[in-house]
């Protein structure tokens, strides 16, 4: 996948979770976030590690 900054709408689909809940992790978990101005955009590669490192698991069990 190229190297690209992922917005929320992206990285929500991408993990199979609804926006409301990338905004929850982003301020509760810790989920890697990069706010550029007034939106919050994601690398791909950071995401895929806090996910491995079982930061969200609660979560998508119940997504």
Do not use: C
């Amino acid at each position: 996948m190229e190297d690209r900054w992922l917005s929320v709408e992206e990285i929500a689909e991408y993990l199979g979770v609804k926006r409301d809940t990338v905004y929850t992790w982003v301020k509760e978990k810790n989920m890697p976030a990069h706010k550029m101005g007034r939106l919050w955009k994601f690398k791909i590669e950071e995401v895929d590690q806090w996910v491995r490192k079982g930061h969200a698991s609660s979560e998508l069990k119940k997504a």
